[in-house]
């Protein structure tokens, strides 16, 4: 099994330009979320997912829109990229709320 | 204040201390919480649940103490391996899905 996987592991974008993040899972799982990290702040949840064709805002969803059309995939766009968004974006997915599975991160730097 | 906070580090213990980290959360209505381990620049990894009565893995000890609002980690023996951030979170609560992840605190484990 791959676990939680993450296209693409690095990207750097200009200013209003727009992306795709693509997470994947193959462990059948409920659950799934993105969440950014910045240097010393912990975890935030941008938005999340209770099941195929579900979303749902989390701490820090504005700039961001996100889609679950199947089960094992959860997308995340950036319509209009601005330099606050420069973060590392994880994306998890777990079988009930606890116990989170994570994908090994995308590195994106706006300019 | 934040809602889980943790003292950010880093500590540097010799190989085969003890060493406990604490993690402090402000919403009592939490219901469940964990120790998730960070190698750099990788994704979290769950290290441990936290249960009320306690919880034991090997060398790593986790506590609750629900009447201070906070949760340790005890690791036992050092090894170098042990270095690397580790993450308190909180999940539950009021006010829909909580899952809130502490900055994390970070360990430097030396020979």
């Known amino acids: 099994n791959a676990g939680v996987t993450q296209t693409p592991k690095f990207r750097v974008l200009k200013t209003g330009q727009s992306m795709t993040l693509l997470c994947a899972q193959d462990?059948?799982?409920?659950?799934m979320y993105w969440y950014r990290q910045d240097p010393g702040m912990g975890l935030r949840l941008i938005h999340y997912s209770v099941g195929e064709g579900t979303t749902a805002k989390g701490e820090v969803p504005d700039g961001y829109n996100v889609s679950r059309l199947k089960k094992q995939n959860f997308l995340l766009g950036l319509e209009s990229a601005a330099p606050s968004q420069t973060s590392v974006y994880f994306c998890?997915?777990?079988?009930?709320?606890?116990?989170?599975?994570f994908g090994p991160g995308t590195r994106l730097t706006v300019t | 204040r934040k809602e889980v906070e943790q003292d950010p580090g880093p500590f540097n213990v010799p190989e085969g201390a003890t060493v406990a980290f604490n993690c402090t959360y402000s919403n009592s209505a939490s219901q469940s919480f964990f120790w998730y381990r960070q190698d750099c620049r990788k994704e979290p990894k769950l290290l441990m649940s936290v249960y009320s009565s306690g919880n034991e893995d090997g060398r790593f000890t986790a506590q609750l103490n629900r009447a201070s609002q906070y949760i340790s980690l005890l690791i036992r023996d050092s090894k170098l391996s042990d270095s690397a951030t580790y993450l308190c979170?909180?999940?539950?609560?009021?006010?829909?899905?909580?899952?809130?992840f502490g900055a994390g605190t970070r360990l430097f484990v030396k020979a």
């Open positions: 979170v909180v999940n539950g609560g009021t006010g829909g899905f909580k899952t809130i």
């Open positions: 462990m059948n799982h409920e659950y």
């Open positions: 998890a997915s777990s079988l009930r709320v606890y116990e989170q599975y």
